[in-house]
């Protein structure tokens, strides 16, 4: 170990402060994390840290200061080894690769291994998202930029001039075209290596599902809010639980514009029953309020019935615009990445969060397993 040569990892900034009986504070700042690890130690190792640059061994450096214990000076190693504040591997990380500063980060990220290790792991995973809106769209980008290479996309609907607004990965010459083969044609322009399945097909209560997912997928993104999100949710999540394949429901939706979703992976997290039933509690106490018109004919005496509206436009959509579908996909997207990254540390906490843009408030509700449940409490 003391023979090998090591150098500060580039993304750690490293504070110095002088303490008392000539102690210091050495602060460790991890710039991609914004994580902070301290430690008060001798003035020496300050300069053990300032001289670790890749050109001299350790060993060569302990010398030069000729007051290091071997076994203190090894332990110290193990320690920034540990800690990811140190390297002695710059040979598997190419400089001007694609993803250079995402190696970096998940280096930062994950202590289990090497981010170039983390990298092949993440490049080895299998999607399949069901609906290719706006927000699954931008997911789908999102995960393809990060190295993920296999793809299987359900959304049974053709684009529409209405989804050229928000759905990113759209232009004006797919009106008309299969929204899954569109993105499809999409992700590949991305990363040629890219394999892509896609059926254009509803998800109904009676699906196969089978027929989408085989036991290599390693995570489902629902995106489907027709009918209604938590129905389909609900279907997929029954399905994938007995599979042991995660699913991760997509925020970004009606209302909800600039919600996260959530991932359901019981018994690490609460199954989609126990979700949809927190919800269901949430909501008992919630009665509507109705107002009254007496006279509804000034509310229509003014529509002109010769306007020309088209079939297709659907009076009363919820609205919204690109951002803020961006907005829901980049959060979840973290989120994601860092589940397939495969980490020892990852949070299962259920926690949907949602941003209010008039207030510039960010909320979070959570999700919570059921007393009474056997799959979540198993």
Sequence with gaps: MLNKKYYLQHTVDVYVTELKDEKVRVTFHRMTTREKVEIVTSKIIAEFLALLDGRKSAHEILIMLGAFEQHAAINLIEFLLAQHLITEDNGNVDSQSRYARQIAYLDDMILDRKGHETQKILESKKIAIIGCGAVTGNIAENLARAGIQKFILVDFKDFKRSNLSRHLFSRASDIGKSKAEVLANYLKKIDSRIKIEFYKEKLLPNSNLSKWFDQDVNLVINGCDEPYIGHT????????????????????????????GELVYPPNTPCIDCIQKTFSNALSDWKPIYSRTDDIEPLVSNINKKINIPTDYAIGGPGGIASMSGYSAFLSTLKIIHFLSEDSQYNYSTIRYEYLPNSGELTKFTLLKQGDCNACNR
């Design 233 to 260: 949710s609900v279907k997929l999540g029954r399905f994938l639980q007995t599979k042991n394949i995660a699913l991760y429901v997509s925020g970004g939706f009606d209302a909800h514009l600039m919600s996260s």
